[in-house]
């Protein structure tokens, strides 16, 4: 019951890490803190069965004793992470998930791969299901992220397919949560950010563009059903609640006296227009669907969000 995390010090990272603690697992944690903070594990510094090394999966990977489970989470997630960041993030899709997959076929464990419902690309399709191959610019800005993202996947299958490694795949629509950074460039914290700052909130486009929001709780349950589940192929883990960027800053706005204004500025190349996951299968195979409403999850997030404010100023 040891398992390796990559990217274990990460917004979803770590809050994977608390939930393999609580049932059991003893955990190695694995992050080069390019995005992920220390500070998001601080909590754990003194359970014996936690640890923590500093490294970058995507040089030579090195773990001494048994692994049961390998679960690949590292790479930056954010635009303006991986814009910053494109050649990490490219390298962390392939030589890290080549790593990270070497690891598990070495120590004879499961593999579980964080992918992302960026594979869609720019949907033409709503909503997105897992037989959808996706419309994605493979030269575009985006691209360091969803083609890193789908040739791991690509890498992950033929690692099943070809070396009958155990590997599971989820797909990860937009997630919120705790432990996310303020002003990470996506649209809660950037929403957030500028509420505490007394600057009014900014939207790109016309605001139309939809994303469906899933609480970080309903996310982590559905990634440990699937780490126990028969079956292979990618599986959408997500809110079906669609709504509109301009309807979910309203939401967030409502939260803050003055309530902030709204300015809208251009929309960036390759930006999706829809983003909606058909939850079918997970439901289906892992008998999940979200528990959390979005008006109790924001309230978790945004007491958290006022106090890493309070924290940095």
């Not at 048994?66 to 960041?85: R, T």
């Not at 505490?196 to 939207?203: A, V």
């Amino acid at each position: 019951m040891r398992a390796v995390v990559t990217g274990g010090a990460g917004f979803l990272g770590s809050h994977l890490c608390d939930r393999l603690l609580k049932e059991g697992w003893e955990v190695l944690a694995l992050d080069n803190l390019i995005t992920g903070s220390e500070k998001n594990i601080a909590h754990l510094a003194g359970n014996a069965k936690f640890h923590f090394d500093k490294a970058d999966v995507s040089d030579a990977l090195s773990v001494a004793g048994e692994v049961a489970y390998v679960l690949h989470f590292a790479s930056p997630a954010s635009p303006p992470d991986y814009l910053k960041h494109p050649i990490a993030t490219m390298k962390v899709g392939s030589l890290g998930t080549l790593n990270a997959l070497d690891l598990a076929l070495a120590k004879k464990a499961k593999f579980f791969l964080a992918s992302t419902s960026e594979c869609y690309g720019d949907p033409e399709i709503s909503p997105q299901h897992e037989g959808y191959w996706g419309n994605v610019n493979p030269v575009g800005p985006r691209s360091v992220y969803d083609e890193s993202k789908r040739f791991a996947e690509a890498l992950t299958m033929a690692y099943h397919t070809h070396h009958g490694l155990d590997t599971h795949i989820i797909r990860i629509f937009n997630t919120y949560g705790p432990r996310m950074r303020l002003n990470d460039g996506r649209a809660l914290p950037n929403f957030v950010f500028q509420a505490l700052s007394g600057k009014p909130l900014t939207i790109y486009g016309n605001g139309q563009q939809t994303r469906s929001f899933c609480y970080v709780d309903d996310l982590i349950e559905g990634i440990y059903r699937l780490m126990h589940a028969d079956e292979h192929f990618p599986v959408n883990i997500g809110n079906p609640l669609e709504m509109t960027i301009l309807e979910f800053a309203e939401r967030v706005r409502a939260h803050y006296q003055p309530t902030p204004e709204i300015v809208f500025e251009p929309l960036p190349q390759d930006d999706p227009k829809r983003r909606r996951p058909d939850i079918g299968k997970a439901k289906r195979i892992l008998g999940w669907e979200p528990q959390v409403g979005l008006e109790e999850g924001l309230k978790k997030t945004l007491q958290y969000f006022a106090q890493e404010f309070q924290r940095t100023k």
